[in-house]
């Protein structure tokens, strides 16, 4: 057994077979590193085995972690061996993940050696290739809607599933024409919050991240702001809420970050806001901002000097307006009905409140009309004991709730 520092190991996207990682997996293996079995790697530090567990090494902010090295003499070896793992123990490859190997496979490799690699049944294997045109048609098709759903570019998606333009434009032609559902059906376990205080009891969110906000705020948003498949583009996406709750409430989403959280890292996209919107963004129907709260996050998400969080009051407040008059610049004529949202709440520096909801509205309110406000209270674990008594002790009241500011274009004036 060696070790090896998280950022040396390789993991090819290409050749791991578990496609869908599992971010609540990996936070609960953060949560207790020191009962994980090692990982198991190539002699070129190829990831074989273990990618939850890796990344939850990257999460805790390990510098090391323990590694098996099994030399592999081929790609095809490689790949067959990392199927073979997964198939047998730890987090397992799922019956679909087995299915879609076994067709790969299909007519290429000797059926004994497929299902020994598979721990499947002759019986099953004759069963799954029996239709695999058919399945194979339905692969594409998901993975053309799951691109397409998260605003991957028609060049991307052509090059990534081999089809022509043409073809392409067709292909989600029908996928948007299949998957028209009402909101009555999308939103039928929902119930959605009636006045202007939107009070949630305690964040339910998958992956715990600094900042993180009760999803319930976003279903809020979608339900009162947004028609199924509009785009929502959120630029401080790192715990990876918006991806969790447009995907059920089938809404399109472009999200990025400056630092993701390493559990969503193949999801959201790298990008630092400051420097302006992502050429590849698609015109955005809801803006949703929820940016570091200034000095209250200094250092929480990382020590980059253009941190929203690190940098001063004057530069922080001038991105916030760059960012209004960047996307109505963005919506053009062509989005009547979008909306910009932005949650801030306040927060007290050196002994004085900062009132950065306000100040953040006379930024925004230079570029877009003032909708509505929403007070979000927060939970009332916000603030620890220590915090309570010394507000005793000096006669302070403390802050409870956050601003919800919905903004749009007047139209009225032209603006």
């Given amino acids: 057994m060696e070790t090896r520092k998280p950022e040396e190991i390789v ?6 077979p578990r496609l869908k990682p599992d971010a609540g997996k990996i936070q609960s293996y953060a949560d207790d590193l020191a009962v994980l079995p090692p990982i198991e790697v190539n002699q070129d530090n190829v990831l074989i085995d273990g990618y939850h567990r890796w990344r939850a090494h990257q999460m805790a902010g390990a510098e090391s972690l323990c590694v098996t090295v099994t030399p592999t003499a081929s790609e095809a070896e490689l790949l067959m ?15 679909e993940d087995k299915r879609r190997y076994a067709l790969r496979w299909w007519n290429v490799l000797p059926e004994a050696q497929i299902c020994a690699t598979l721990s499947i049944t002759d019986r099953t294997f004759r069963r799954w290739t029996k239709g695999k045109r058919e399945q194979q048609e339905a692969d594409l098709t998901a993975d053309i809607r799951a691109r397409w759903l998260r605003c991957e570019s028609p060049e991307t998606i052509a090059a990534a599933t081999g089809l022509e333009p043409r073809t392409l434009e067709r292909r989600i032609a029908e996928i948007r024409q299949n998957g028209q559902m009402t909101d009555l059906t999308l939103f039928r376990d929902f119930s959605p919050e009636l006045y202007n205080i939107w009070s949630f009891s305690k964040a339910t969110n998958t992956v715990r991240h600094f900042g993180n906000v009760p999803p319930e705020i976003l279903d809020n948003l979608l339900y009162y702001y947004t028609q199924p498949f509009d785009v929502v583009f959120d630029p401080f996406a790192g715990g990876g809420m918006t991806i969790d709750v447009c995907q059920q409430r089938q809404r399109r989403y472009y999200v990025s970050d400056l630092t993701p959280t390493p559990a969503r890292i ?15 963004l698609p015109v955005p129907d809801l803006v949703f901002l929820d940016p570091p709260y200034w000095r209250q996050a200094a ?29 109505k610049r963005k919506w053009g004529a062509s989005r009547p009905h979008a909306r910009l949202a932005l949650l801030m709440g306040m927060l007290k520096t050196e002994g004085a409140m900062v009132d950065l909801p306000w100040l953040c509205y006379t930024e925004i309110a230079r570029y877009l009309h003032l909708e509505m406000r ?9 603030h620890g004991g220590q915090f309570v008594q010394r507000a005793k002790d000096h006669r302070e009241c403390l802050y409870l709730f956050r601003d919800l500011l919905v903004f749009k274009r007047d139209t009225e004036k032209g603006l």
């Fill in 299 to 327: 250092g929480q998400y990382s020590d980059q000097p253009n941190d929203l969080a690190n940098v001063s009051l004057e530069v922080f407040l001038k991105t916030i307006g760059d960012i209004a008059k960047a996307v």
């Fill in 11 to 16: 993991w090819r996207e290409d050749l791991y």
């Fill in 266 to 280: 193949p999801e959201i996209r790298q990008w630092d806001i400051a420097q302006g919107l992502p050429e590849d």
């Fill in 374 to 382: 929403y007070q979000v209270p927060y939970s009332t674990q916000v």
């Fill in 81 to 95: 061996l990392a199927v073979s793992r997964n198939a047998t123990h730890g987090l397992q490859l799922s019956t």
